[in-house]
């Protein structure tokens, strides 16, 4: 803690005395500037003035010495009144005149800063150290012209001392005030780190007391700054040691909770074969509660024999077993049994877990994929026989009766559509079921939509005189795959034309169905379909969205039915996260309704 507290009182130091040599470089550099400022203004100021008392003009002199005796007495002169450097510049550049040195003897000026800067600016400045009088200058240069012509520069330079002794003064004072701050920051800063440390070394030494569990240690708080709230908190900490604890416990108990609510079984067997652990689910699969196992060895559970044999066989071999196994008690179950050794952290065997899976369902689903596959193979192989054995009569010989070989030649065709058909139709199922079918929303305006509908059914429709007839709002729109849409409108309308006797009616109606005033998505669309068929026995209806279900199977075959619209039309309504339901009385018809979102 001491370094840490000679470290906070460095950093204080520093910081005090850095802001302090700042101030002070910034003040100096703002007093000299302010100098140099003042010097340009009186400089400028005595040029102007020097300028009206010089005659530059060359036709006054009679050679080049006269004009040299002439300006250099004029520096002279002027050096005396002005107390500064006066040099006469010709406009080439050479020196005419100079109150410190022999022009004679100077070199040419042109490539002066002053010089250049006054002839592009009108005026110029430059500070140098001046080789001739040996210290720094401020030197400022103006143009002399008549008109437009350029006469020459008239140059003044005034010595940089002054302004400098005034800037090492401050500079003493600067450096003298520094060291002043320096000390009286020392003192300062050691009286506040120690003031920030004292308590951070004693709450230091309250923690390590409770870290060796010596929990009647506590920190004295006397203020509410971030130290004290630090006191506080390590006091807390001690208070609430014992809450950590129960809430250890509430974490066991939620995952006991969570145990308990898992749909698998779990069943957990120690080291040396005793049930120790045993959930609800695994429970209702194994058909005894808990006290009933617990404690006892798995051989004596009254389990069946299969299944204690498998668990031997894992705590024999001490590796991962997996097996399905068929449980006749209470209720006959197809498991899943997954049995997993555990090993503690020195690699040693300490017991087994079971998770037992119940995975009727997903075996029924499988028969039902494998009934649907029989299905298709009996559906395939009747129009396949009923092709080849009209085929097989046609090569027999009853190609030269022209009439029977026509006949059969068109029995053969419509089996062969009839099979085409079917594929297409299974293909098309298939995919819907699978999700591989995009579907591209877009607005339908569903009046103009539901008559070309009919219009396509319409021939159909008339050959057995039944009436089609639409009650749709002119103005309703929705969102839907159109062409899906019209699959599923023009399956079940066909439907009701196939099943509807002559002189029938089959009509659809649509309906706005509002969800709520506050919520624009739960509208939805509403489409009835209603037909005045044969109808549909009540113990058939929940039936007849599943594949190749027919309640006339004759009748079904007759119109070219394959068995699988209805199925189509509703994975189709559900995919346009919809529903389908159907209403039917035999001898007075059937109603399909259909439920689907007017916005996706």
Known sequence: MNK??????????????????????????????????????????????????????????????????????????LKQSADARVTFIQADGTVLGDSDSDPKGMENHSDREEIIAASRDGIGYATRFSSTLGRNMLYAA????????????????????????????????????????????????????????????????????????????????SKKDEIGQLGIAINRMADSLQLQMNRILEDESRLKSVLENMISGVVMIDRDGNI?????????????????????????????????????????????IRDEMVFYFPTERILEINLNPISEVSAKWSGLLIVLHDITAVRRLERMRSEFVANVSHELKTPIAAVKGFAETLLAGALDDKETARSFLQIIFDESERLNRLIGDILELSK???????????????????????????SQAMSKEIELQMSVPEDIYMEADEDRLRQILINLLSNGINYTPEGGKVSIRVEHMTGG???????????????????????????IFERFYRVD??????????GLGLSIVKHLVELHKGTIRVESEVGVGSKFIIEMPLIH
């Open 276 to 320: 120790v652990l045993l959930n609800r689910s695994a429970e209702e699969i194994l058909g005894f509660s808990a006290p009933e196992l617990l404690g006892k060895r798995f051989d004596q559970a009254k389990q069946q024999f299969e299944f204690t044999q498998l668990i031997q066989e894992c705590i024999d071999s001490k590796a991962h």
């Open 553 to 562: 199977k004759a009748r079904s075959r007759s119109s070219g039915g394959t």
């Open 517 to 543: 005033s506050d919520a624009v998505e739960s509208d939805k669309v509403r489409f009835t379909i209603t037909d005045t068929g044969i109808g549909i026995p009540k113990k058939d209806i929940p039936r």
């Open 432 to 458: 819907i079921e699978s999700k591989r079918i995009p579907l591209h929303f877009s607005p339908v305006h569903l009046q103009s939509f539901i008559g070309n509908c009919l219009n396509v059914l319409r």
């Open 4 to 77: 840490f507290r000679a470290r906070l009182t460095f950093i204080f130091i520093a910081l005090i005395g850095s802001s302090v040599l700042l101030a002070g470089i910034f003040m100096a550099r703002m007093l000299q500037q302010s100098n140099i400022d003042s010097l340009k203004v009186n400089m400028e100021r005595e040029l102007r003035i020097i300028m009206t008392t010089v005659e530059w003009k060359a036709s006054g002199f009679a050679s080049m010495e006269e004009r040299f005796q002439y300006f250099n007495g004029k520096a002279l002169m």
């Open 142 to 221: 103006l143009p002399v012209k008549a008109g437009d012509e350029k006469l020459g520069y008239l140059r003044l330079a005034m010595s940089l001392t002054e302004v400098e002794q005034s800037i090492r003064k401050v500079w003493l004072g600067l450096l003298s005030g520094l060291l002043v701050v320096f000390v009286l920051a020392g003192l300062i800063s050691y009286r506040i780190a120690y003031g920030v440390t004292r308590p951070i070394e004693l709450i230091t030494s309250v923690a390590q007391q409770i870290t060796d569990m010596n929990y009647k240690y506590r920190v004295k708080v």
